[in-house]
Every structure is written in C-alpha cells, then in structure tokens.
C-alpha cells in the first residue's frame, strides 16, 4: 500500500531555511485525484495546515507562513518538498506529510499520513 | 478566516461511556468536516469525513453528525485505546484549510 516516509535536518539554526522531503512508496504521487500536503503541530499544541500541492504542480499556503513557504513535487523521484524560510524558535515542531483524498467536489480528507520528522530550531 | 472551535478542550470519562465533543465553524461549512484522531506520539488518523461517513476499518462505535456551522463527533462505548486527541478539519474555505485546537479525552 501508499506509504508517506518524511526526512531532512532534525536542526535548523534560526534564520536559514527548513528544507524537508516526502517520499512517496507503494503508488506513484502523479496518479488519482489528490492534493498533497504539509502540516506541523509544534510540540504540546495542536495541528497546523502549511500548504498544499496539486499533481499539476499547483500550490496554495496558508496565509500565516505564505511569504516564507515553498512547496513542490519531483515525480521523477516520487517526492515532495518543503521549504520555509527564515524560521524562528516558533517554526519547531513535528512535520508531516499528508495525502488528501476527495469525497465530492471540493470536500478533502487527509487519509494518508506519514510519521512525522521533528524539527527544532535553535543556535 | 474560518475558525474551528472544538468543547470541551479535554474530558475525562470511564470505559463503556458515551462521548460526545463538538466542533463550531465560525461560518457555515455544509458537511465539509472531518474528524481525525492522534494518539500520543503517533500521526493523526482520519475517523469520520464529510461529517458523517465513517472512514474504512475504523470502529462502529465512532460516528459524527452535522451540518452548517455545528458538528459532533460521538464515541458510543468509550474503550482503554480511545484515549487521545480528537480534530476537526474543514475543507470547504479554499485555499486554507483549517484544524480546531482538539480535545484530549482521558479515560478515568
């Protein structure tokens, strides 16, 4: 079955950019009707929505991160990306990457997770 | 922006009870909400969506209800691995979709 595994730097140094990766197994990320997504929950607290990413390439933030969030998707290699940049003690947290399937038009669930990677933040 | 707010924030109950948590949208969302659960240290996992249709392989006990702007997410007989965090999610305001804070519920 579809597996989501994230992976990158379990530090960043305030300032520099968060960079992480999802790899998608058992099913190609191009294929059905999905949006991909990222989501992070800062330790203790709860689920935040950054971004999502439509197989066409197609992209849209949440408005709170929009400035400072790039999302993309290599289907060569089956992966998507995250990019935030100039992040802050504010930005740790557990990162996941999520699938989010259609129900009817318009109305998106997430029934694909991956494990979450943690991220912190700090000198 | 939409807001999801869920009550009670936490709860305690004893297995066998029945469980009920709430989630308000601040402006209508026809039935485009769903209900996930995350159990400690674990990644959420979808229970109930488009309000009420219960997601393959998840226990009958669960079910959720609602339209508009007020939801409900039940537990029928409250069971010792029910204990966790319960979400709401609405996707009906694109392109943001929005999370409530959660309910922890605690089995006494």
């Known amino acids: 079955q579809v597996q989501l595994q994230e992976s990158g730097p379990g530090l960043v140094k305030p300032s520099q950019t968060l960079s992480l990766t999802c790899t998608v197994s058992?099913?190609?990320?191009?294929?059905?009707?999905?949006?991909w997504s990222w989501i992070r929950q800062p330790a203790g607290t709860g689920l935040e929505w950054i971004g999502r990413?439509?197989?066409?390439?197609?992209?849209n933030y949440n408005p709170s991160l929009n400035r400072r969030v790039t999302m993309s998707v290599d289907t060569s290699k089956n992966q998507l990306s995250l990019k935030v940049t100039s992040v802050t003690a504010a930005d740790t947290g557990v990162y996941y990457c999520?699938?989010?399937?259609?129900?009817?038009?318009?109305?998106?669930?997430?029934?694909?997770w991956g494990q979450g990677t943690l991220v912190t933040v700090s000198s | 922006d939409i807001q999801m707010t869920q009550s009670p924030s936490s709860l305690s109950a004893s297995v066998g009870d029945r469980v009920t948590i709430t989630c308000r949208a601040s402006?209508?969302?026809?039935?485009?909400l769903n209900w996930y659960q995350q159990i400690p240290g674990k990644a959420p996992q979808l229970l109930i969506y488009?309000?009420?249709s219960l997601q393959s392989g998840v226990p009958s006990r669960f079910s959720g209800s609602g339209s508009g702007t007020d939801f409900t997410l039940t537990i029928r007989s409250l069971q010792p691995e029910d204990s966790a965090t319960y979400y709401c999610q609405q996707s009906y305001y694109t392109p943001t979709w929005t999370f409530g804070q959660g309910t922890k519920v605690e089995i006494k």
């Open positions: 058992g099913g190609s990320i191009s294929s059905g009707n999905y949006y």
């Open positions: 999520a699938r989010a399937s259609r129900a009817v038009a318009g109305l998106y669930y997430f029934d694909l």
């Open positions: 990413l439509f197989t066409s390439g197609s992209t």
């Open positions: 402006q209508t969302i026809g039935t485009y």
């Open positions: 488009a309000a009420s």
